[in-house]
């Protein structure tokens, strides 16, 4: 369609002067450069009146005549939060202080489980059995023989007494009272000797049965019942001694890569808020505990270890959460509190730095409104007072608008 035919169709659409609102209503005149506007709006019972401000705003601003200057418009949301916007935001892997790979310390044949993938467990609780006829029967054995030791001790000191007694009196020769005090030495030593053996016996029994070396969740079960398990060294078609993986969940971590851009911004102790992908409607205060003093040079970052502070059974460890990282004044907000932040840009600073000027839309004009800033994270402002939630507040050239300016909608 040619130009002068979408005037003409224009302005046979245009309101006469005489029928239109009064001027406090219509936007006429000069026209001036109005920076973005931003709309913040209340969660729950103030959003329906701050969008149907908006939209009476918008509807004046819509009567703009068409070499009005555009002005950008958004919605966002002043939401509750665990204080200031975070400095830094980062994904990571939830890793285990303390996984354990539990194996088998005997050979032989699974014949019972007693655990599955994901179930908690206490420090020696029964998780498989190996099979033990062989183990119990080597047991067995070493107990009869350290009987027949204890046996022989008992005889070669009832002997070694009457030799003895019999040197004493003359009657037996030396060569006998020394042969009678060497059985008696051998026959204590072989006592030592098969009571270790049947120790040995009853603890490698003992390890037929494979017990949980931490209280933690078990991350992986490699066996089967059925299956042969060999101790380490062992041999065996198939053989894995790996029964299992075990992580011990009161001392957790998320292991996060920083940009080397960004590691500056950061410090060991630094505050954070973990909020795990599985469960998002959940937050868990953190603190940086270690930087890596060394980046990776073929992904120009830098491992950054997060403490999980008081983590339970929502944490799950190999999952993936989310760390916001925050300035130490953050973590003073009450959890749960709301606040507005606006953009530094949306706010002409007067020169003691704790108070300035914001214009926010009322109609079809900007009027300037006083605030006070209250905190400050990274490119945001926290107004303390002087703004309202649903009110539209212009974000760019700030410094250019003065109040009473006249301002049309982007794209209207």
Request: aromatic share 6%; net charge neutral.
């Amino acid at each position: 369609m040619a130009t002068s035919d979408l005037r003409t169709q224009l302005e046979s659409l245009r309101i006469p002067r005489e029928h239109r609102p009064a001027s406090g209503h219509v936007l006429g005149g000069r026209r001036w450069p109005v920076g973005g506007l931003i709309v913040l709006t209340a969660v729950g019972a103030g959003a329906y009146g701050a969008y149907t401000q908006r939209d009476r705003i918008l509807a004046a601003v819509d009567t703009v005549r068409e070499d009005a200057p555009e002005v950008p418009l958004m919605t966002v949301t002043v939401r509750q939060e665990h204080g200031a916007p975070p400095l830094l935001t980062a994904a990571g892997k939830i890793v285990s202080d303390h996984r354990v790979e539990v194996s088998t310390k005997v050979s032989g044949q699974v014949v019972a489980l007693y655990f599955e993938q994901g179930d908690l467990v206490k420090k020696g609780q029964l998780l498989a059995r190996i099979e033990d006829v062989i183990y119990r029967a080597r047991r067995d054995e070493a107990r009869a023989e350290l009987e027949k030791a204890k046996a022989n001790y008992e005889y070669q000191k009832i002997n070694f007494a009457r030799v003895n007694d019999l040197y004493t009196r003359g009657i037996a020769p030396e060569i006998e009272f020394a042969d009678a005090r060497r059985w008696l030495n051998d026959a204590e030593s072989a006592v030592a000797s098969h009571q270790a053996v049947l120790d040995f016996a009853q603890k490698t029994l003992d390890d037929c049965e494979v017990v949980a070396p931490i209280e933690g969740v078990v991350l992986e079960r490699n066996v089967e019942v059925g299956d042969f398990v060999a101790a380490e060294g062992g041999r065996g078609a198939n053989a894995n001694a790996q029964v299992g993986t075990i992580a011990d969940t009161s001392k957790l971590r998320v292991e996060v890569d920083i940009s080397e851009m960004d590691i500056s911004r950061l410090r060991k102790g630094m505050p954070c808020r973990i909020t795990p992908d599985a469960y998002k409607d959940r937050t868990y205060d953190g603190h940086v505990m270690w930087i890596d003093p060394a980046a990776n040079y073929s992904k120009a970052t830098v491992q950054v270890k997060v403490r999980i502070e008081r983590p339970d059974e929502f944490v799950r460890v190999e999952g993936s959460a989310k760390v916001n990282f925050l300035e130490e004044s953050a973590t003073s907000q009450p959890a749960g509190a709301s606040g507005i932040w606006i953009p530094r840009s949306a706010c002409r600073l007067n020169g003691d730095g704790r108070s300035g000027v914001v214009f926010v839309a009322v109609n079809d004009r900007l009027k300037a409104a006083p605030v006070v800033i209250g905190r400050r994270a990274g490119d945001q402002f926290e107004v303390a007072s002087g703004l309202s939630a649903g009110q539209l507040i212009a974000t760019n050239d700030v410094g250019k608008l003065n109040d009473g300016q006249r301002l049309r909608a982007k794209g209207r």
